[in-house]
C-alpha cells in the first residue's frame, strides 16, 4: 500500500497554493476562475501519485457524507454496468463514492431505494428513472438534494437530465438500411413508455415515413427477467414474418435474443435478414459477420452525468441553472448491415 | 403500483400462522424446522402476489437497518454484474436492500468502502475480497459484523465462503484439449495472487503434469482497466508461441480480448488454436465457432451466498459455526476446443 499523501504534500510538489490545489480537486476549478493547464497539471499528477482524498476528514469539515446513490435499470445490463462503473471511477476521483442499485423498472422498489438512499444520507442522486416517481424525485429536488437523470427523462419534473439523440439515432439507422435497398424493414422492442424508448420508435416510424407508403411493422416485446419468456414471442415474430429483410433491435438486450434465435433457426445476417441493434458491446464485435450497432458515448455519458452532479454539490444555491446535454451516438456500420457483404 | 400486501394478508391467504410466514420470509425456515413444502408453497405466493416487506417498519422493530453492503471486483464485469443483480433480487425478497461498489481489486479503496459501509450501518457484508485487507474483515468480525466471502478466500481469514472449485475445473478443461489430441495447451490468465486464479493455474498444471513430460506455457498479463494494455502483450504472446495449439484463458475477460486478437490475425478455433474459456457468456455461445467455456454457476453461488448471510443475521450466537461451500462448474463443450469439429 502506498503511503497516504495530503494536499499540502501534492501543493508543495507542485509550487501550487493548498486552496487552489483543494478547489481543483473538489471540482471548484471553473467555478474559481482556475485555467484549464493548471487543472491538468495537477489532475495529471493526482493520478499519478495515486492520490486518495480523506474523506472522513473532509466529511467532518464539509458535513456532507460524500456519497452519491446511482440507480440504474438492472446492472447486470452490460449498458448499465459499463455507465456505472465510470460513474464510480470518476466519482472516487473527485472524492466520492457511488452507492448503486437496481430499479428494476419498479416503481415501487425505486420509491424505497430513495428512502433507503434518503436514510443513509447521500448528498446526491444519479438516476435512469423508471415512470411513476415524479412526485418521489420533485419532493427530493425540494429539499435541496441535487438530482441528476440520464438515458431518459420524466415529462414534467425539471432537473437535470444527460441523453442521447435517441430520435435521430434510430432515423439514422433506419435510413441507412433503405440506402442498403431494404424494403420491409421492422422495429422490435421492448414496450415501455418511457421517453428514450419512444423516441427509438418514433426515429424508425419517421424514416419509414420519410419514404414513402411502406407500412411500418413494430413488435413490442413484454419484457421478462426469464429469458426464454422474451424468446418465444421473438420466436413467433421470426416465424410470422418471412418478408422482414431487416430487423432493428431496440436494446443490446433484445438484439441479443434475436441473434439467438436466428442461431436457432439458421437465419444469416445480412443475406436472410440484415440486422442493426441499438447499444454496442462486444457481443456485437465479435460476432460473425460483426453487427453493425449503435455505440452510445458511454465515456461521455459518466463524464457528464459526474461533472453535472459535482457543479450541483459545489453550487446550493436556490436558482441553480438547469442542464439538458444530449450526446450524439455513433453508427458503427458494420457488415450484418451491408447488401451486398460477403 | 399494487396495493401493498401485509404479513397477515398472506397468512390468512393460505391458512397458515402469521408467526410461520414472519420465518419463512425471513430466512429462518431451517432453523424453526419448517417443512420444505410449506416454504415452497409460501414463497411462490410471495412471487405471485409481488409481496415487498415493509422495510422500513421492519427495521424500527428489529433495529436493523436492513441493507447488505457488497463489494465485487468490477462492476462492469459480466459475471460479477449477474451474480450481483441475482444477489440484489434475492436480498430484496428477503426484505434487504443492497448497495454495492466495485473494489477494483484496491486494498486502499476497499478499506474506504468498508468505513463507508461502516459509517451507512449495513447489517453485513458479501465481498469478492482483494489482497489485503485481512485485517480490515477480522476486524468486522470482531465487531459481530456477518462476512460472507465469495469468488475467492483470504488464507487465514476464518469466515464463510462461496467459492467454485477452480482448480478442478481448469484441471478437466485441459484434460479435454488433451483428449482432443491437442499438445501444445497454453494457459493464458491475468496476473494474480488470488486464491480462485492461483487455483485455476495449478488445475492446468496439474493436468499437464498428469500426462507425461510437456513444458507447461502458463502466460500471465498484467490487468490494466486500458483495454490496449491488454492488448498488446496478449498480441505479443500469440505472435510469439506460433506452435500453440490450444488455449485455456483464465477469465470471460481475458478470453474476450483473446479472441479479439485472434480475429484481428485471422486466427480460427479450432483448426488454427483450440481455445477455452472460463466464465461463459453471451459471447462465447454467440461466437462462430461457439466457444467451450467453463461456466460458473451464478444462480447458485448468488442463493448460497445470501442464503448463509440471511442465516447469519438471523443467529447472532456468539460462536456461529461457518460454512465454506464449494460449487461445481459445468465445462460447456463447444466446437472451438474440438478437434474434428467443422
Redesign the interface.
Known sequence: ??K?LSIVDIANALNVSKTTISFILNGRAQEKRIGADLVEKVMKYVAEVGY?PN??AKSLRTGK?N?IGLMVE?????FF??I???I??RA?KNGY??????TDND???TQ??I??FR??HVDGYIMAPPE?IEEDIESLIKDGMPVVLFDRHLPGVKTDVIEVDNLFSTYNATRHLMDQGFKNIAFVTFASHQTQMMDRVRGYQDAMKSNGLRPTIVKEIVFN?DEEQIMGPLRDFFKGNPDVDAILFGTNHIG?CG??IM?EMGLKAPTDIAVISFDDY??F????PPITAIAQPVEEIADNVITVLLEKLNDRSSSPKLQSIILKTDLKIRNSSLKNAI
Open positions: 500500500m502506498k497516504k486518495k474523506s472522513l457524507s456519497t438492472d446492472i447486470s445490463n452490460p454496468a459499463s456505472a462503473r465510470l464510480e471511477d472516487y463514492k457511488i452507492i448503486y442499485c437496481s416503481t415501487s422498489k424505497d431505494l428512502n433507503m436514510d443513509r411513476g427477467q441479443t441473434l439467438k442461431h462486444d457481443v464485435k465479435l460476432h460473425s
